[in-house]
């Protein structure tokens, strides 16, 4: 289990390097911010419930465990104590078990990397919307209160942004 939650780990980590750097919205490329962003929402999405999924799997293994040695404790007793078998008794010797502490550490680990995939999720809705936001704006030609030399700056460059394409689809 523990390799799978590292392996986990990592692969979020690479994830998160990638796509933190795709929350910015450059208003002079609307229109390719917003062609990528379904795009974006979507593997982040899929990401997300892949993290959730092995959080609640995780989740329910801390449960099995802790029940399957519940159940052991209660047929053996005499294997654990020797004094009189007590609920607070199974519940302390479940919490000092190795296995138990180690599935317990890994939930932990994986309810931390949820966090984190939501995060990234959560940031990419906020994108959503100020994308939505940002092309109402720039349809009303009301982008921040827009004055004349913006408009000419917003020009030049759309221009340049035509000129990067070119430049892009020739190579």
């Not at 899929?46 to 329910?60: C, E, M, P």
């Not at 801390?62 to 029940?67: A, F, I, Q």
Request: aromatic content about 6%; hydrophobic content about 35%; overall charge negative.
């Amino acid at each position: 289990m523990t390799e799978n939650i590292d392996d986990l780990q990592e692969e979020v980590e690479v994830f998160i390097a990638k796509y933190q750097g795709e929350l910015s919205i450059d208003v002079y490329d609307l229109e390719d911010d917003c062609s990528i962003h379904s795009e974006t929402f979507n593997e982040v999405s899929l990401i997300f419930a892949k993290v959730n999924g092995f959080l609640k799997r995780t989740s329910l293994n801390v449960k099995e465990v802790e029940s399957e040695l519940a159940l052991k404790i209660r047929e053996n007793p005499e294997d654990y104590t020797d004094k009189k078998l007590t609920e607070s008794m199974i519940s302390n010797i479940i919490d000092g078990d190795k296995e138990v502490k180690l599935i317990r550490r890994v939930k932990s680990m994986a309810e931390e990397i949820n966090l984190q995939i939501s995060g990234l999720l959560n940031a990419f809705e906020h994108r959503r919307s100020m994308l939505n936001n940002e092309v109402t704006l720039w349809v009303q030609k009301l982008s921040g209160g827009v004055k004349e030399y913006k408009t000419e700056d917003m020009k030049k460059q759309l221009e340049d942004k035509g000129k990067r394409r070119k430049v892009r689809k020739a190579e």
